[in-house]
């Protein structure tokens, strides 16, 4: 079976000395940007669940985003094979499945718990893709953190919201492989597009038998393009663009920053308080991914 993994190094051009810190941090700050910006996201999708319910919220941010990507991107379909598509089809499957299972647990479960169970799929990607001890370190401390983060209460949550979000982190894990394919397979962001079209048209069948003509009031689109521009554009596109320069398992262990954003989030908008259980859950969780980091960074040091 081929490894998970995209390429551990960025490219170094001819003649150069390699490149520098700030190149290989850049990748780092795309995947931070995505995630407070899907945060941000997920609290207008909670504002917009009470007129279109889950499904609905689903629909109406993938068929928004791929509208918005289509447009921008106007992506070719021609001069592609048959594991080009396949790529695009995988990818857009996952990016369908991780939301709609992401969406029923949110509907069932507190975001946060939510956040915090569905982040294990991109975790366990890291121990399972990665091939350097270390990695496999660091990915136990972020673990720890988030289950610390969880506060001992997953056994009071509802058991099925709870295995949507595991389900979503699964497909979370097989997003994270088939953004890196989709990355390296097709130019700028004309893969996200074709997959978002193609997740699009998975979910357009489930909100329609969910919310019906309720997806058409205007004011309800405004908010979808908003839960579309924030939550799958913006963070999606950067993602794809960090994965390109970041391997699959340092990406995976990133990935488990969403929960301490999302309890940021809380506190700085929401005025929700920060035990102090939670603020070291926190401080492990990023101490796990500045970690990452640095290995990653070394690695590509002695690379060059």
Known sequence: MAPAAAPAAPAVGPGTAGPPAGRRLGPVALVVAGGLSVQFGSAVAVLLMP????LGVVTLRLVLAAAVLLVVCRPKVRGYGRADWGTIVAFGTAMAGMNILFYQAADRIP?????TLEVLGPLIL????????MNLLW?????GGVVLLGGGGFDRLDPLGAAFALAAGAMWAAYIVFSARTGRRFPQADGLALAMAFGAV???PLGIAEAGDKLLVPSTIGL???VALMSSVLPYTLELLALRRLPAPTFAILMSLEPAIAAAAGFLILSQALSATDALAIALVIGASMGAVRTQARAARRAE
């Open 139 to 143: 990915a136990g401390l972020a673990l």
């Open 202 to 204: 998975l979910s357009l």
């Open 111 to 115: 975001l946060g718990a939510a956040v």
């Open 51 to 54: 007129r279109v319910g889950a």
């Open 224 to 226: 979808g393009l908003a």
């Open 126 to 133: 890291s121990v399972v893709a990665s091939r350097r001890l």
